[in-house]
């Protein structure tokens, strides 16, 4: 969700290929003008040690600095620049999968004096001395004042393995999620809960968001670099509409899991690509507007 955010501020496909940081995150030098937007986690940024918004799309400069300084909410921000990154897709997908060694760049983590190349060189009106924030901001808020504060979930296959005083335990618990997650998976610190049978289930296929018993009692929600397949009981899967909460949390935090059924998942995905599709429509007029009337 953040990914096409950005890619909409910029006026990008919003599948265009990003820059995903963590903190602390990379320095950037621009050696030409361009057209960008941060979004996801805001690691209070800076072009030249001057404080820029994000979520907001920004005019950058040659020679121009970008770099972060703190994070202030979230695990995860995106960097989109207008015109996409010279990227090779790799099994139709742009990510960068660490572990293969595959995809995004050279399929590893950026590192110092690498130089991303742009898939197209976009013709920005006018000169400009000084980078400058474009005047309007995105609302990425699609949800609206109701909106639960757990996670939603759906039973899954297996949730009827779980003893009824673990599926209690499921929606009343905090869970904390562990130091040993990682992009593969989140493991979380939680009593155990416990099974009505010790008989192994068959590999089946999970997918993001898959939450399975592990044989400690313990739980494992699997994020983008999760396996095909798995042989541990999918008591649960989040719903494909708070994939992006579930991301932007790191280990330490919290998570409340809240059982939902499908129509209100499909319904909140649905409201979801409704408000990006908007977002998309506003910002490419915002965009067209902005550039006819600063043409020289």
Not at 155 to 170: I, T, Y
Request: aromatic fraction near 10%; glycine fraction near 8%; hydrophobic fraction near 40%.
């Amino acid at each position: 969700y953040a990914l096409q955010v950005c890619n909409i501020l910029v006026g990008n496909s919003p599948g265009e290929a990003v820059v995903e940081m963590h903190f602390p995150a990379a320095v950037y030098l621009f050696t030409a003008p361009a057209l960008i937007a941060l979004g996801g986690a805001d690691f209070s940024a800076s072009i030249n040690g001057d404080s820029v918004p994000h979520l907001q799309p920004i005019m950058v400069c040659k020679n121009d600095v970008l770099q972060f300084h703190k994070p202030t909410n979230g695990a995860r921000a995106y960097l989109a620049v207008a015109g996409g990154l010279a990227i090779d897709p790799w099994m139709n997908s742009y990510s960068t999968h660490l572990k293969a060694k595959a995809g995004g760049y050279l399929g590893r983590s950026l590192q110092k004096d690498d130089e991303l190349l742009l898939r197209q060189l976009p013709k920005f009106p006018g000169k400009k001395d000084e980078f400058s924030v474009l005047p309007w901001q995105v609302d990425i808020n699609w949800f609206g004042k109701d909106y639960p504060k757990e996670i939603l979930a759906l039973p899954g296959h297996e949730w009827e393995r779980l003893v009824e005083a673990s599926k209690e335990n499921f929606t009343i618990t905090s869970f904390v999620i562990a130091k040993q997650s990682d992009r593969m998976g989140f493991r979380l610190n939680n009593r155990p809960l416990y099974s009505i049978t010790d008989k192994e289930v068959i590999s089946a296929a999970v997918s993001f968001g898959t939450i399975q018993l592990l044989p400690d009692g313990g739980l494992i929600i699997l994020m983008a670099d999760h396996q095909t397949t798995g042989g541990y009981p999918r008591v649960a899967h989040v719903i494909t509409a708070h994939q992006s909460r579930l991301a932007q949390l790191k280990a330490g935090d919290t998570i409340q899991f809240r059982l939902t059924d499908q129509s209100t998942a499909e319904e909140l995905l649905i409201k979801q690509r409704q408000h990006l599709l908007q977002l998309q429509n506003a910002c490419t007029f915002r965009l067209e507007e902005y550039f006819h009337a600063n043409r020289n």
